[in-house]
Nanobody, 119 residues
Framework: VQLQASGGGLVQAGGSLRLSCAAS????????IGWFRQAPGKEREEVSC????????YYADSVKGRFTISSDNAKNTVDLQMNTLKSEDTAVYYC?????????????WGQGTQVTVSS
């Protein structure tokens, strides 16, 4: 089982990044996929999730209107398009597979990808 997160980097405030989570080793459309982030000294926060089977989505208030989550079941990937980035979006971003949306049970985690937004 593997969740591979990629796409992080350094971007100026107001810019955009697209994160991707590639899944393998499990039945993709039986799980929901969520994106979480954790900044230094802060608790982990779920920013978005998507139901792979239904396509329903969840966004945290802090990212609503700026982030868009999408799923490609043929490729077993979930992308997070992040626009109008702010310095407070700086964090390590993780994807996870589980149940519920927001996720309530996380069965699998990917490694993190660093997002740094410079002001």
């Amino acid at each position: 089982v593997q969740l591979q997160a990629s796409g992080g980097g350094l971007v100026q405030a107001g810019g955009s990044l697209r994160l991707s989570c590639a899944a393998s080793g499990f039945t993709f459309d039986e799980y929901n996929i969520g994106w979480f982030r954790q900044a230094p000294g802060k608790e982990r926060e779920e920013v978005s999730c998507i139901s792979s089977s239904e396509g329903s989505t969840y966004y945290a208030d802090s990212v609503k209107g700026r982030f868009t989550i999408s799923s490609d079941n043929a490729k077993n990937t979930v992308d997070l398009q992040m626009n109008t980035l702010k310095s407070e979006d700086t964090a390590v971003y993780y994807c996870a597979a589980g149940f519920g949306c927001p996720l309530r049970v996380m069965d699998y985690w990917g490694q993190g990808t660093q997002v740094t937004v410079s002001s």
